[in-house]
């Protein structure tokens, strides 16, 4: 069985994202898991339905997307293969695919949209608890250097850039919701059409707009 974990702090993301990522796992992932949701939202149990464990992270000084970083803390108590998505994807097949990928030293991730031959996207990651030490403890230990980045993928694209468990998942297998594959510019919104890739089974929602913004219908009968 894996850890399928997600996280919901602080008032960016309504509770209800979590209700639809609940849902659209449940659809499209076949293989064992445990739906595992950190959060500092003290009545969200009685917000959401579904079979899941709800927890706190250990530390309480770090904020926004530093936060997230605490899914490699070994004081989170994740055990075995953990895979986990950010709150503002549409899943739109199955992803059974993901959470098999590799083997069980494997960190998976997929490459930047904005950036690919640059950046990795921590929007959809895959790891085992080896990994998730060494990453904790060259972020926590080096706090000052670390947060001079742009962000949680940027440390980690840094310091797993070269780990020779480092796996990237196949770029067909998530899209943008702003333009289908890496080659194009992030920078060309006269190009953005919102069109739904035939072979992409997650769509990343990353600035905005937000799932719950889109009028288009593929995303509509998915994220639900």
Not at 50 to 56: L, T
Not at 144 to 163: F, P, R
Request: with cysteine; aromatic share 16%.
């Amino acid at each position: 069985m894996i850890n399928f974990c997600c996280v919901i702090y602080g008032n960016k993301y309504r509770v209800v994202y979590v209700q639809h990522l609940y849902n659209m796992i449940k659809r499209h992932l076949t293989v064992p898991y445990k739906f595992i949701c950190f959060t500092d939202h003290v009545k969200i149990h009685k917000q959401v339905e579904g079979d899941i464990e709800f927890r706190k992270f250990n530390k309480h000084n770090l904020q926004g997307w530093w936060n997230k970083l605490q899914l490699f803390n070994p004081e989170t108590g994740l055990e075995g293969i953990n895979f986990y998505l950010d709150l503002d994807v549409v899943i739109t097949d199955n992803i059974d695919c993901f959470v098999t990928f590799g083997d069980t030293d494997t960190f998976g991730i997929i490459r930047d949209f904005g950036q690919p031959k640059k950046f990795y996207n921590s929007s959809v990651m895959k790891w085992n608890n080896k990994t998730a030490e060494k990453i904790w403890k060259q972020f926590y230990d080096n706090q000052s250097k670390y947060k001079k980045m742009q962000g949680d993928q940027n440390v980690v694209t840094k310091i797993m850039e070269d780990d020779k468990n480092l796996k990237i998942f196949p770029d067909e297998w998530t899209q943008s919701y702003k333009w289908l594959d890496r080659s194009q510019t992030r920078f060309s919104k006269t190009k953005w059409t919102f069109e739904k890739s035939p072979t992409s089974k997650i769509t990343i929602f990353h600035g905005n707009p937000n799932p719950h913004e889109s009028d288009k219908e593929w995303v509509k009968n998915n994220w639900k």
